[in-house]
């Protein structure tokens, strides 16, 4: 059995670059079209190929996403695209349509096909049928049980490879099979333009009674009776690293480059122990608390150990720190830094780097253009230069306290 790999996302290439630098053994992200995620910045061809170079140099892979599902209109666009991905270098397409996985194993040949999580495929079966159309993978249907996965990997670990999600957003639909938001607003889901209705808050309405509305109450900003939890696997990684699943997958890319260092970092550092045999509850605790300093709903393990304690009711989103900055260089014991959101001099803030997070004090800084010394940056993308004594390099990252949302 092949040691399993941590697959991060991507949703622009600041995100890709973050991806590769903290933990990720492959990325996947999206092409302009087709990628159910209509609303990232996803990447044109040139910027594709530049991704997959810098990927494929560090001996990473790249995974491609076109899993809508198909229209008649799309199917030779799509074609189109399996093959400009594969001339790029891209290692694998993750493809929902049945009859789209089919045509670009037969007129795209050299490329992985690994089947999206949207197929919905719940039993070994189903996995044997989607392997004999040419898929090598698939992504397991978020409603399985880990017993169940575990049952699938050894029925199948000759035949086809199993990925499964541990961690980010879930949807309330049968693994993302929804249309609430083509109902409501005209924007499918299907087709990666969700404007995700089921994080609204509703209110109960008697049908001959309509001017009156009964707000169904549990918090002061109403209840997101729809609302699904946040997946957090992290716990139960020495379980899950024995089960025969060949990829774990973060999802994600619609997130910005903080969460995807952290969770991938946090995930890296887990599964690395689990390797090495080094792995310990203090580490596991160390690494679940760095999961709440990213932007997420409450957690809980989904389908894993039966259903979810709450079927929705994860009504805001909350994070326990804010990205304040990205290492552009460093230059002796001066850091060249990016700014995301504001911080001050006399802050205490961390920097995030792939060995592991490390205070960063902020004694001083100076505005990079002028040479002027300031107490507060302020201006999104303003470049300072700050005075650090510690280790730091281009790509690491640096947060700091929430200052600029409210948990909601």
């Known amino acids: 059995m092949t040691e399993p790999t941590l697959l991060l996302p991507a949703g622009n290439i600041d995100t ?69 991905a594969r001339d790029l270098g891209a290692n694998a397409l993750i493809v929902s349509d049945l009859g789209m996985i089919a045509e670009i194993a037969r007129q795209v040949p050299g490329i992985d096909i690994h089947v999206s999580t949207q197929a919905n495929i719940t039993n070994a079966t189903t996995a044997r049928i989607y392997h004999d159309l040419g898929a090598v993978r698939f992504v397991a249907a978020r409603e399985l049980s880990l017993s169940e996965l575990e049952e699938m990997t050894r029925e199948l670990e000759d035949v086809i490879e199993v990925e499964t999600f541990i961690h980010g957003a879930e949807c309330m639909s049968y693994s993302g099979r929804c249309m609430l938001s083509a109902a409501m607003v005209g924007r499918s889901a299907n087709r990666g333009d ?46 899950l690293m024995k089960s025969g699943i060949a990829c774990f997958k973060v999802e994600g890319r619609m997130k910005n480059e903080l969460y995807v260092a952290t969770v991938g970092l946090a995930y890296r550092r887990v599964m690395d122990a689990c390797k090495n045999g080094t792995v310990t509850d203090d580490l596991i605790r160390e690494c679940r608390a760095e999961t709440d300093k990213v932007s997420h709903r409450a957690y809980d393990t989904g389908f894993y150990f039966g259903h979810p304690a709450e079927p929705g009711m994860a009504a805001g989103t909350q994070q326990s720190a804010e990205f304040v900055a990205r290492v552009l260089e460093v230059s002796g014991k001066v850091a060249l830094l990016e700014m995301r959101n504001r911080f001050f001099v006399g802050d205490h803030l961390e920097a995030i780097t792939p060995e592991g997070i490390r205070p960063f004090p902020v004694e001083d800084i100076r505005l990079d253009a002028t040479g002027e010394h ?34 909601t």
């Open 374 to 407: 300031v107490d507060v940056v302020n201006v999104p993308l303003c470049r300072v230069q700050v005075p650090y004594t510690g280790t730091l390099a281009a790509g690491d990252l640096i947060r700091g306290p929430v200052r600029n949302r409210a948990n």
């Open 194 to 239: 969700c404007a995700q209705p089921c994080r609204w808050s509703y209110a109960l309405v008697e049908r001959k009674r309509p001017e009156e509305q009964w707000e169904i109450v549990e918090t002061p900003k109403g209840n997101a009776i729809l609302s699904a939890h946040d997946l957090c696997m992290i716990e139960h990684m020495p379980r």
């Open 16 to 84: 890709f670059k973050t991806a590769l630098r903290f933990g990720a053994d492959a990325v996947y992200c999206g092409m302009n079209q087709f990628s159910l995620r209509a609303q990232a910045d996803n990447f044109d061809d040139r910027l594709l190929g530049d991704a997959i170079e810098m990927a494929h140099g560090l001996k990473k892979t790249v995974h491609i996403t076109l899993n809508i599902f198909a229209r008649n209109a799309d199917r030779q666009n799509m074609l189109r695209a399996a093959s400009r």
